[in-house]
């Protein structure tokens, strides 16, 4: 199998590159490079089976030779991120998807659309099921992400109905491990940064918003599974483990040791609550997330240290 994975330098990108590569694909990752890193697949690039487009997929590309399935993970994802890239963010998720589909179309390969739990936005039912529609702000400082995943989601069903393709769409929950940037402005980057740094840590608003955090390696292997399967709907993807941002703080302060917060103001439109049910992917796909947040904040510390 030849494999394209869009926003394949990125955090969760470059961890599938490395999983596909290690079951025996052929994988081909395309970025272009704005959030994502080629520090992220040094290691790969004398792989024989690994090739690196530098390409935005928001414009259109023709790329030689068969493809079996694409994977379309390009977008910047955090909300510091695409508050910076409103545009690109727009572009990649509409325009790009609309591109990685054609590519799809034409070489008959497999297709999943990267989502993201944003699409219920700050949502007024936890836990989170596939079937609840979301409560998302159009025009806040969000929509740029929530508005074009949404379209994504909705261009991939079309494709889906009207060309026949064998889509697959994830809803991705928060997510952490090595390899996301260190200010990248996401909680878990931050947190550690500034523990490492000894400086305090910086809760937006009250710190009981909540939320569900799924280590990297959980993630991917949920991700190979729903390829396996031949399930056209949206699938959660997360751990259900919720747990409050102060609570997410004291973690981080037992681990080192240190013992000090400071309080920021909430960013507009932060989600209250956000916890995945994942009833459907257990039921699907006989997958749940194995790591548990403490021991993954461990493996995490581990790799910002250098
Ligand atoms: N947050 C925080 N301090 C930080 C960064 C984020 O308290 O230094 C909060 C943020 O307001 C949100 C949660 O942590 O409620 C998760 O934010 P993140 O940016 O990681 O992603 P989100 O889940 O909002 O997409």
Not at 16 to 26: A, I, S, T, V
Not at 130 to 140: F, K, L, Q
Request: glycine share 8%; charged share 25%.
């Amino acid at each position: 199998m030849r494999i394209l994975v869009t926003g394949g330098a990125g955090f969760i990108g470059s961890h599938l590159c490395d999983f596909l590569l290690d079951k025996g694909f052929n994988v081909i990752c395309l970025d272009n490079l704005i959030t994502g890193s080629k520090d992220n697949i040094k290691h790969n690039l004398k792989n024989k089976k690994f090739k690196f487009i530098k390409h935005d997929i928001s414009k259109p590309i023709t790329i030689p030779g068969k493809i079996d399935f694409i994977l379309h993970f390009a977008s910047p994802a955090s909300p510091v991120d695409y508050a910076d890239l409103p545009i690109q963010t727009l572009k990649v998720g509409a325009l790009g998807t609309h591109n990685a589909l054609g590519i799809a179309k034409a070489k008959k390969a497999k297709f999943l659309l990267a989502s993201t739990s944003e699409v219920y936005g700050d949502p007024l039912l936890s836990p989170q099921k596939e079937s609840y529609w979301g409560n998302v702000n159009p025009v806040g400082p969000r929509s740029c992400y929530d508005e074009s995943k949404r379209f994504a989601e909705a261009i991939t069903m079309a494709y889906h109905r009207m060309h026949k393709l064998d889509t697959r769409i994830i809803r991705i929950f928060n997510t952490y491990g090595p390899r996301m940037r260190k200010n990248d402005g996401r909680v878990v980057p931050n947190f550690i940064t500034q523990a490492l740094a000894g400086k305090p840590l910086t809760i937006y608003g009250k710190g009981t918003q909540t939320r569900s955090f799924c280590y990297v390696s959980d993630l991917v292997e949920g991700i190979y599974r729903v390829m396996q399967s031949n399930h056209h709907d949206p699938i959660n993807l997360g751990n259900p483990h919720e747990f409050t941002i102060n609570e997410l703080a004291k973690l981080v302060m037992r681990s080192f040791h240190s013992s000090f917060t400071v309080h920021r103001s909430l960013p507009q439109d932060d989600p209250k609550q956000r916890k995945p049910d994942i009833s459907k992917a257990k039921r699907l796909l006989k997958w749940e997330p194995k790591i548990q947040l403490e021991e993954g904040l461990c493996r995490t510390v581990k790799t910002f240290l250098g």
